[in-house]
């Protein structure tokens, strides 16, 4: 079989509750995802893989169509983000235009969610529930006998009249058994972030599964256990990255710091292999101490994001989020103290926040002293507790995004969830929140006193003008 994996275009990504400066100015990262899967269909099986990263391509849907067409695929499979559905579906309507007897399968967080809607829209042949790379195999590996379809987990299809849904697979067990996502499926030297200094730039997973139960949040896919690759195993990954010639890593585990012990060893690894790599992780306050970020400043980690959420403990507790602010301001002090970048993520719009609230955590934002913030207003998830207690108590009126899942329209806006402000208040405050931050005079000049290189200096200047132009 001749397979190939799209990573579809960001043309008709459904903009949630924030300024469209903030949502697409955020870089392009590799799709990990298709990559897992494609390097796992390349190890274990006789199948022809090739993947297309349509958005580090800047490729518009003309040029979509040569590409695979030239390809001559039998299986196209798209990975699908809810708010990324509507170029979903149209890729998935030039593949069948091309020849409808190319088979187009769906993966990722939006299919684990509405796994009935999904499979009814037009173009779409195969589901892959939860984590892709086994079942994936195992369905391409079977998909022209048909009778055998059922017999495998974690897939959902149409049988004459009825919707086949063989249940969710079971997590991945050993996640040091899987191969490192196939980087030289895509042009690995396009990436680049806004957050490292022009250079070339990938991501890793180095855990799956997030234990924490903050109500916003749902990576529905990917379960709730955290399941953590060996030191060794991550490292090697590192390793191979650097003899592809990438130095800069994102590390987007959920909860990076969750195993106080791994995060040494990784850390140990990366020094005795003297690796001289960059990288930043993401964690929560209460998971992390002084040890671990020596530790992390000594391998070359150079920021740690945070997710603070709320400056006040009321909200923290309506988020479920399980931190106090005092072990943000230990947390933060730590950090700074080892002369590490901090980013924070701050959310407003939750439930029961009053406009009192928002300057609160405004407040507390600039107390606790980040280098970064990112503002966001909340946009209820689908899948989330806040979105299922919203329907059940009945401040959510309808169950939106279940509508927008059967029937996926470009005029769809999830709404926010906070009944004492309305969407142009919280704009406001937003634009506030974010002024009020970057467009201090001292914080300005100590950024100004932070950049190395006129690179640096122009993004500097680029993000700032886009804090001022904030409409
Ligand atoms: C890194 C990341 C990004 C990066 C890179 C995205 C990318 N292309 O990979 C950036 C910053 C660009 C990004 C952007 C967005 N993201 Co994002 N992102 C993540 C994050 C943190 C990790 C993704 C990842 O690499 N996971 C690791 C791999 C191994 O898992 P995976 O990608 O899910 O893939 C596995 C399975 O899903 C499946 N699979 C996936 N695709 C396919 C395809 C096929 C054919 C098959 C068979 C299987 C399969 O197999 C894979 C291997 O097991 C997740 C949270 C999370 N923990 O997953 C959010 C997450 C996926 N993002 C999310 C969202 C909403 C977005 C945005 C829409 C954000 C926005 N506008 O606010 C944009 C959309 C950008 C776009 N158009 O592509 C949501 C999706 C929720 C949902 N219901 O769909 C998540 C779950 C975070 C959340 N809110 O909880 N994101
Ligand atoms: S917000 Fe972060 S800590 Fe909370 S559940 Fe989601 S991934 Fe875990």
């Known amino acids: 079989m001749n397979i190939l994996l799209i990573n579809p275009p960001r043309d008709n990504e459904v903009i949630g509750n924030n300024p469209i400066i903030i949502e697409k100015n955020r870089g392009v990262n590799p799709p990990l995802g298709i990559l897992y899967v494609a390097a796992y269909i390349e190890k274990y099986s006789n199948h022809d893989i090739s993947v297309l990263d349509c958005q580090v391509e800047n490729l518009n849907y003309d040029q979509i169509k040569d590409r695979i067409k030239k390809i001559h695929p039998d299986i196209v499979g798209l990975t699908a983000m809810s708010l990324t559905l509507l170029d979903v579906i149209q890729t998935a309507k030039i593949v069948k235009g091309i020849n409808k007897n190319i ?8 299919v684990h969610l509405f796994p009935e809607e999904t499979i009814c829209l037009p173009n779409i042949d195969f589901l892959v529930l939860g984590e892709g790379e086994y079942v994936f195999k195992e369905l391409v590996d079977h998909i022209k006998d048909t009778d055998s379809l059922e017999a495998i987990k974690g897939i959902v299809f149409k049988s004459e009249y009825k919707i086949v849904n063989t249940g969710l697979p079971e997590p991945i067990k050993h996640l040091d058994d899987l191969p490192f996502p196939a980087r030289h499926l895509v042009p690995y030297k396009k990436y680049r972030s806004l957050l490292t200094k022009g250079q070339i730039v990938t991501t890793i997973f180095t855990s799956r599964g997030c234990p924490f139960k903050c109500s916003f949040c749902d990576r529905p896919h990917l379960g709730k256990k955290f399941r953590a690759r060996s030191a060794l195993n991550v490292v090697e990954e590192l390793q191979q990255c650097k003899e592809m010639g990438i130095s800069d890593f994102l590390f987007y585990d959920d909860t990076f710091t969750v195993n106080k012990q791994r995060v040494l060893d990784i850390c140990n690894e990366i020094n005795n292999r003297k690796l001289d790599i960059k990288w930043d992780i993401r ?76 300057y609160t955590t405004y407040k507390i934002m600039k107390k606790l002293k980040p280098d970064f913030v990112h503002i966001t207003i909340l946009t209820p998830f689908p899948g989330t507790k806040i979105y299922n207690d919203g329907l059940q108590s009945g ?18 806006k ?4 906070n009944t004492a402000l309305s969407t142009s208040e919280l704009n406001q405050l937003l634009r506030i929140g974010y002024k009020s931050f970057y467009l201090r005079p001292f914080y300005i000049f100590n950024q100004f006193l932070k950049v190395r290189s006129l690179t640096e200096l122009l993004k500097k200047m680029k993000a700032g003008l886009s804090v001022v132009s904030m409409k």
């Open 103 to 110: 088979q187009v399968v769906l993966g990722g967080p939006h």
């Open 283 to 358: 964690t929560r306050v209460d998971t992390i101490d002084e040890d671990m970020i020596i530790h992390l400043k000594k391998a070359g980690c150079q920021s740690i994001h945070y997710g603070i959420e709320a400056g006040t403990e009321k909200i923290l507790k309506v988020l479920n989020k399980g931190i106090t602010l005092e072990q943000a301001q230990t947390a933060f002090d730590l950090t700074r103290k080892h002369k590490m970048n901090i980013l924070a993520y701050f959310m407003i719009g939750n439930p029961d926040e009053s406009r009192k609230d928002i």
């Open 395 to 412: 401040s959510i009126k309808d169950d939106y995004w279940k509508a927008f899942a059967k029937h996926p329209s470009d005029n769809f």
């Open 414 to 417: 999830p709404l926010h969830i």
